[in-house]
Every structure is written in C-alpha cells, then in structure tokens.
T-cell receptor, first 114, second 114 residues
Framework: GENVEQHPSTLSVQEGDSAVIKCTYS??????FPWYKQELGKGPQLIID?????GEKKDQRIAVTLNKTAKHFSLHITETQPEDSAVYFC?????????????FGGGTRVLVKP | NAGVTQTPKFQVLKTGQSMTLQCAQD?????MSWYRQDPGMGLRLIHY???????DQGEVPNGYNVSRSTTEDFPLRLLSAAPSQTSVYFC?????????????FGPGTRLTVT
C-alpha cells in the first residue's frame, strides 16, 4: 500500500521566517496531495491541496510544490506568524476502484517564536 | 451548517465493553470516513463509505464495525473495547462522490480504554 513519510517531525522558526515541510510517497499512482493543519484539541483542517497534473499551487502565504518524478511534495509557509503554530499533516491519495483512500504522514509540529 | 459533528467528545471504557461513536454531517456529502490518531503516527484510516449502503475497510479495520444507512450518519462501533483502541477518533466527509478529496473533519472523540 501507499506509504507517506514526512520531515521534519518538529520545526521551530522565528516569526517572519519561512517554514518548509517535506513529504515523500511510494505509490506512483497517487493523484491528490492535501495538507492539513491541526490546532490543539481540534480536528485537522484542509489548508491547501494539489492534484497530480499541477506542479505548484499558491494561496497567500502558503504554497505547495509537487515533483512526480521524485515522488515528493512540499509545503512552504512564508512570513510565518504565531498563529501558524500547529501540527501539519501531508497526505497522498491513491485512486482505487472501490473508492479513494488517503494515507497521512506522521505530522510536523511547527512552533513560530515571536 | 453545523458541518461534521461527533459525539461524545470524551469517553472512558473498560476492557470488553462496547460502544458506538456517532458521526453526522449536514452537507449532503457522499464520502465519509473514520480515522484514529495516535501520537507520532498521524491519522490512520479505519473504515470509509462512498455512499449510503456502501462501506469498505481502511488501513486498520480490526475491532471496528461501521454501517451507513443514511447519507448523514456514519457510526463507528467498538464491539469489545481493548486498551490498544485508546486513541482520538476523527470522522470526516467529502463533497466529492466516491473520492476522499477535500475532507472536512469533525472535532474528534477522545477514547480511553482501561
């Protein structure tokens, strides 16, 4: 089955700096790559996603890049703010005849220091 | 819209007891899923459904049953709770039929089995 690895597991950045989280996946059939942000005590919230026919997508301060050949994708957060502190999860979706399933990475705890 | 709701928020069970975690969504989403979240392991898919009357197993289905009699509800049943099922459980739904794109997560149920 699909395997998604996420690095680093923790990331501490100074407010205003950039943060980058990287994920690799194993199944070349994966076609959808979302990123979720989870704040303490809450459920994950979708912040950005990218499909396999696109190489990069940007939404204000966050961007995601996808390299299908190398089977890795990354989340970039620019001009970090204290409210960006959270756990971030990447995921990959492999299309299946009976329904698609997401496989998640292990998560990255991001701390933005003021 | 209330989105995805889960009850209860917290639950403590003794080994061998049974219970049902409730999940409901009011967005008319076809795709619904259950995940468990354990420290350092991200989210793992337990069961999912691509529409009323259709369910399938995810990555870690053992010890859990599901059914989908209506579009709105997707309960998760633990028939005989074990300490290994201590976890935080999240339900999610997607507006796309048959696929896991853009999943909306509920607030979670924290379950402790003693």
């Amino acid at each position: 089955g699909e395997n998604v690895e996420q690095h680093p597991s923790t990331l501490s950045v100074q407010e205003g700096d950039s943060a980058v989280i990287k994920c690799t996946y194993s199944d070349s059939a994966s076609n959808y790559f979302p990123w979720y942000k989870q704040e303490l005590g809450k459920g994950p919230q979708l912040i950005i996603d990218i499909r396999s026919n696109v190489g990069e997508k940007k939404d204000q301060r966050i961007a995601v890049t996808l390299n299908k050949t190398a089977k890795h994708f990354s989340l970039h957060i620019t001009e970090t703010q204290p409210e960006d502190s959270a756990v971030y999860f990447c995921a990959a979706n492999v299309p299946k005849a009976a329904g698609n399933k997401l496989t998640f990475g292990g998560g990255t705890r991001v701390l933005v220091k003021p | 819209n209330a989105g995805v709701t889960q009850t209860p928020k917290f639950q403590v069970l003794k080994t061998g007891q049974s219970m049902t975690l409730q999940c409901a969504q009011d967005m008319n989403h076809e795709y619904m899923s259950w995940y468990r979240q354990d420290p350092g392991m991200g989210l793992r898919l337990i069961h999912y459904s691509v529409g009323a009357g259709i369910t399938d197993q995810g990555e870690v289905p053992n010890g859990y049953n599901v059914s989908r009699s209506t579009t709105e509800d997707f309960p998760l049943r633990l028939l005989s709770a074990a300490p290994s099922q201590t976890s935080v459980y999240f339900c999610a739904s997607s507006p796309y039929r048959d696929v896991s794109y853009e999943q909306y997560f509920g607030p979670g149920t924290r379950l402790t089995v003693t």
